[in-house]
């Protein structure tokens, strides 16, 4: 029994294929979505979208946000922005964060610190989905 899992970002779509199981995260927490399902349309976070197959290792994408329409048959995940988290260089998001928080600091008015803001708490998102803790 799977349900067919579809998540698209502006720049493609990376995955298609049927999945035991997704593991999508809510905009109010952390949902399961497999065959049967009730259907909903559900806002989303930045996060780890987790997708389960028998006898195979989970795999594991982030993305920035977004929106998922489930049915009982399909799961649609449409991302702002999604990336597998394999890809994901743990460095290089600790030396963005620096630098964002630096750049903080310097922010010239409210506007400027709100899209800093942004920036760092999603900075933060993908640091936490390629440790497997959360980052405060």
Not at 29 to 47: Q, R
Not at 48 to 59: F, I, P, S, Y
Not at 110 to 130: F, Y
């Amino acid at each position: 029994m799977s349900i067919h899992f579809e998540l698209v970002s502006p720049e493609e779509k990376l995955v298609s294929e049927p999945v035991k199981m997704a593991v999508i995260p809510g905009a109010e927490g952390e949902m399961g979505v497999g065959k049967d399902h009730a259907s909903f349309v559900v806002a989303l976070k930045a996060g780890v979208v987790q997708l389960h197959q028998d006898g195979a290792e989970v795999r594991k994408i982030f993305i920035a946000g977004g929106f998922a329409d489930v049915t009982g048959d399909n799961c649609t995940v449409l991302a702002e922005q999604a990336v597998n988290v394999s890809d994901l260089d743990q460095a290089a998001i600790e030396q963005e964060l620096t630098n964002l928080n630096e750049d903080l600091g310097r922010a010239a008015d409210k506007q400027e610190e709100a899209r800093i803001s942004k920036k760092i708490t999603l900075a933060k998102a993908r640091l936490s989905a390629v440790t497997g803790s959360v980052v405060i």
